[in-house]
């Protein structure tokens, strides 16, 4: 009889079988056939069977053990029964399903894993509700086992957070899942990871530290990590961390910190500059007035001595008027001022600016390297001062017989503006600070104070970084010195 021939003549069967919350199943007379309810889906899995359970001697055993037709009484045999977690003794009960004292089928039941199956189902039941609720939980959990470093849970936001699915990253192995980690944040995870073994109870720890995102962003992580589970003696066996994703809070820090370290850094350069300025303008009064003073209480004074007073009162004049306009240049640097944005030709003004120091020259040697023609956007008054600037460093520097070698290159997307001396050069020590304000190198070499204010590179250096440039200073003692400047070309 097939089941479905059993089903129509004993309808009774098949609701039986599937109101036993026990693992069972109906075995058709000839031990043919077998029909399993769900409890026994449930405990074994889908598609398991009792034949698969069992091992075969203990399936034989039980075969050779069904009733002959017609006897009644049920049969208890002792058997091991293969579940996901090994072999386990059971009983298996068997049982006759009659009508009309004939052996319909056989009802097999395992009695031993019902309560077995209940607790199963319980667990999973509480475990998918723990899932369920840290899955929405906005914070990466995560329990490790701490001698095998294991992950033993996990929530979906600890991967998510990164970019990644579990499925993406279950099987990294720990060499691999320290790539996730910044480099710079390593030794205070081992450290953290070391205070962690020796725990108190009831304490936690708590520490910053960055993991790559999918897409290569930095993400940095606040976690608090504590002991999740000892051992009865109180040794730590697996560790909690629960941890936030506070990247955007961190971005906000850190932009805080340079703001106040641009306005700290604002602010000493204020008073560095009304400092210094003071300073500068005192100097020449000084000696204007020190002179003048001179004159008034000795008008008798010989005239080749008045001559000299009033060439020195003339030249420190001539000192206080470059460093007052040197100080507006500055302070326009500090406010933003608007530069003009026009095409400009900066061939031209490279020739502009050789005819005009054609008559200060004196015994230098002015001359022309490779000048290319060259469209650049800018302000043309600006760019002008920037070739003034740095030819007239040039000028001051190099004794007299010098050259001084003015080029321009044109290349795809820039401008290489180069001024060459063969001047005394600047010392190894000085080349950092000479785009400091007031910074002056030394100029011992030339016997005479060249003059200046020690604000003309600060000055080209601004002009030159307002047009998008660069602008580099290479030099030797005793052989020259060569300033390149690299200005964008106009698309």
């Known amino acids: 009889m097939t089941f479905p021939a059993l089903f129509s003549a004993d309808p009774l069967a098949l609701q039986l079988l599937n109101a036993l919350r026990e693992p069972a199943c109906l075995i058709s007379p000839d031990g043919q056939h077998f029909h399993h309810n769900r409890a026994?889906?449930?405990?074994?899995?889908?598609?398991?069977?009792?034949?698969?359970?069992?091992?075969?001697?203990?399936?034989?055993?039980?075969?050779?053990?069904?009733?002959?037709?017609?006897?009644?009484?049920?049969?208890?045999?002792?058997?091991?029964?293969?579940?996901?977690?090994?072999?386990?003794?059971?009983?298996?009960?068997?049982?006759?399903?009659?009508?009309?004292?004939?052996?319909?089928?056989?009802?097999?039941?395992?009695?031993?894993?019902?309560?077995?199956?209940?607790?199963?189902?319980?667990?999973?039941?509480?475990?998918?509700?723990?899932?369920?609720?840290?899955?929405?939980?906005?914070?990466?959990?995560?329990?490790?086992?701490?001698?095998?470093?294991?992950?033993?849970?996990?929530?979906?936001?600890?991967?998510?957070?990164?970019?990644?699915?579990w499925d993406e990253v279950k099987d990294l192995t720990p060499e691999q899942a320290i790539g996730f980690f910044h480099p710079d944040d390593l030794l205070s995870l081992f450290q953290l990871a070391e205070k962690l073994q020796h725990l108190q109870e009831g304490g936690s720890l708590e520490g910053e530290y960055r993991m790559r995102h999918k897409d290569g962003e930095w993400r940095w992580i606040y976690a608090r990590l504590s002991i999740f589970a000892r051992d009865a003696a109180g040794n730590p066996l697996q560790s909690l961390s629960v941890g936030l994703d506070n990247t955007q809070r961190k971005k906000a820090e850190l932009e805080l910190q340079a703001s106040e370290k641009r306005l700290q850094n604002l602010m000493e350069g204020h008073t560095r500059f009304v400092s210094d300025a003071s300073h500068e303008i005192k100097t020449p009064i000084a000696g204007i007035q020190g002179n003048l003073e001179v004159l008034l209480r000795y008008p008798h004074i010989p005239e080749e001595e008045k001559r000299e007073i009033i060439q020195d009162c003339h030249r420190e004049a001539m000192r206080l008027g470059r460093l007052v306009q040197d100080l507006l240049s500055m302070a326009r640097t500090g406010r933003g001022l608007l530069m003009l944005d026009t095409e400009v030709r900066l061939d031209h003004l490279v020739l502009d600016t050789l005819r005009d120091f054609e008559s200060i020259r004196g015994n230098h040697h002015l001359q022309l390297g490779e000048i290319a023609e060259c469209t650049v956007e800018g302000d043309p008054d600006r760019l002008k001062q920037l070739l003034v600037i740095l030819t007239g460093n040039a000028l001051k520097y190099t004794p007299g017989g010098g050259t001084i070698t003015l080029a321009l290159q044109c290349n795809e997307d820039q401008a290489v503006l180069s001024i060459q001396d063969s001047g005394i050069g600047i010392a190894a020590e000085d080349l950092p600070r000479v785009f400091e304000r007031y910074f002056r190198a030394s100029h011992e070499a030339l016997g005479q104070d060249p003059g200046g204010t020690g604000l003309?590179?600060?000055?080209?250096?601004?002009?030159?970084?307002?047009?998008?440039?660069?602008?580099?200073?290479?030099?030797?003692?005793?052989?020259?010195?060569?300033?390149?400047?690299?200005?964008?070309?106009?698309?």
């Open 456 to 491: 003309g590179l600060p000055i080209a250096r601004w002009i030159v970084e307002q047009h998008g440039g660069t602008i580099e200073l290479h030099s030797q003692q005793g052989v020259g010195t060569e300033v390149v400047v690299q200005l964008p070309t106009r698309a």
């Open 40 to 165: 026994f889906l449930q405990a074994f899995g889908q598609g398991s069977t009792l034949q698969a359970v069992l091992p075969p001697e203990d399936f034989a055993e039980m075969l050779n053990a069904l009733h002959p037709a017609g006897e009644k009484q049920p049969v208890v045999l002792s058997c091991r029964v293969r579940g996901s977690s090994g072999e386990q003794a059971q009983e298996l009960d068997i049982s006759a399903l009659l009508q009309a004292n004939r052996v319909t089928a056989w009802l097999a039941r395992l009695p031993a894993s019902s309560a077995a199956l209940l607790a199963m189902q319980d667990i999973k039941k509480e475990r998918d509700f723990l899932h369920k609720l840290t899955d929405e939980v906005p914070a990466t959990l995560q329990i490790r086992d701490m001698a095998s470093n294991a992950v033993l849970f996990t929530n979906r936001y600890s991967t998510e957070v990164l970019g990644y699915t």
